[in-house]
């Protein structure tokens, strides 16, 4: 797989949350939330095995396994308590806030995510992935030219996931 066709299914990605009626920053924001607690858990297993900077009641894992309203809770209350972590976990996740507005696109994005992840990640960094899709935002409009805090958290992530 190449680096454009991985690059053109997380823009597919951005296209599901878009029609679900979703902002742009919106849904780089909130794949960028999906996308690190997979990063996260993938650290946890074999080649890394390095111990979780994630509680295991707020892991991928543990939202992966949820499905409908009981997805939808899971992930709210994920994204307030891990704002409410010390150190760079609660600062990536500081007044995060679930933009999706029903629990099935939640569910396509957590499945798409689960079963992608490893590849694109083999193939391409996942900080990579992130830049190419927030540098197609930008040429689409002036997004660069103001830095809000959702914006701000965004290029955090991306600098964790190097």
């Not at 009626?21 to 996308?35: A, I, P, R």
Request: aromatic share 10%; charged share 25%.
């Amino acid at each position: 797989m190449n680096t454009s066709s991985i690059i053109q299914k997380v823009w597919n990605y951005c296209n599901v949350l878009r029609d679900d009626g979703m902002s742009y920053g919106d849904y780089v924001e909130q794949l960028t939330y999906l996308l690190f607690l997979k990063m996260a858990d993938e650290r946890t297993q074999a080649p890394y095995n390095l111990p979780s900077i994630v509680p295991q009641q707020y892991s991928w894992s543990s939202l992966i396994r949820k499905d409908g309203d009981e997805l939808f809770d899971h992930y709210r209350h994920t994204l307030d308590a891990l704002g409410k972590e010390k150190g760079l976990l609660g600062l990536i996740f500081n007044k995060a806030l679930n933009k999706f507005q029903d629990p099935d696109p939640l569910k396509v994005s957590c499945r798409r995510s689960d079963r992608q992840t490893a590849v694109y990640c083999k193939a391409l960094r996942p900080a990579q992935t992130m830049r190419e899709v927030v540098a197609r935002r930008l040429a689409r409009s002036g997004w660069g030219h103001t830095f809000s805090i959702p914006k701000i958290r965004t290029l955090i992530f991306l600098r964790c996931l190097t």
